[in-house]
């Protein structure tokens, strides 16, 4: 009674064959990962407050922002080269400026929240952030220190649950899920500050998890059906998971949708960002990380799963 799912997203006898398009799949992921790196150097990311430092201000105006009223007031107090963006709707501004020396940061921050209160009365200051240089410089580190500890832990857990064909095969698709998040923030525009590194975090750790699930099947079946081919027992176990994979996906997907459309400026960017790392960590898990597998395991993984080798339960 508790055992039989109430929604299935596809039939229990499906028998799709996912591996002839395996080709296609890697020449695509590839050709979108090399996009990505060109973008990457060129625009290049939008770097948020915590990395590039700077001050950053959020306003709400009681009419529609008048950004030449706020230009002006702001350079009679001496407060030059300030940008202006306007988020959610008219009423919203956000105003940027580079940081000084680190002493008079918190002066800047202060002068631009008095001058824009005094230029449009009624106006109310949202959110008032600094970061100086030195400090935006090593937060950049240690987010970029996170992402390169985090894969290597996910290939070392892989590594030693599985074997090497599974763990080298996991980490590429990571590394090519990764680089194509990165197109999708220099494309948006959506800037890369610590909320987008924990996005990115997020993104790797439920992708290492599709992939393990798939994984498990794989390991399950080498045991199961010894003389099976390698490329119809990575096909039957795909679409064995494919029913928890797109009921794992929707759920995760249908929750960060909200976020997306109705969060606002702090929680959108991670949202829609959260929305496409799900996609492409989905469909990598089938299109990629499988074919990937198939053609290192080729011959050894049926030898091992032959020998017993292959078989060794999880632990």
Known sequence: MFGRPLLRFVRKDTHINFMRGRYMG?????????????????????????FRGGIVVEAQTTGPADFAKIRTALAEHGVQHASFQSFGSANDVLIRLDAGSEQDTQAIVDKVRHTVAEALPGTTILRADAVGASVSAELFRNGMLALALSL????????????????????????????????????????????????????????????????????????????MPLIDLINLSINETLNRTLGTSSTVFLASLPLALWGGATLSGFAWTMLFGIVVGTSSSIFIAAPLLLFMGEGRLKRGAKSGKAATPAT
Do not use: Q
Not at 36 to 46: I, K, N, R
Not at 160 to 167: D, G, S
Not at 205 to 221: F, L
């Open 26 to 50: 890697l020449i695509v992921s590839a050709v979108l990962s090399l996009a990505s790196l060109v973008l990457f150097f060129h625009p290049g990311l939008t770097l948020g407050l915590d």
């Open 152 to 227: 290597a832990m996910i290939l070392g857990y892989i590594w030693f649950r599985f074997e090497w064909e599974f763990a080298l095969s996991a980490v590429i698709t990571l590394v090519l899920d990764l680089t194509k998040t990165v197109g999708f923030l220099v494309i948006t525009g959506f800037e890369f500050d610590l909320v987008m590194v924990a996005a990115i975090l997020t993104i790797l750790g439920y992708s290492t998890n599709d992939k393990v699930v798939v994984y498990d099947r794989v390991r399950e079946n080498l045991r199961k059906y010894r003389t």
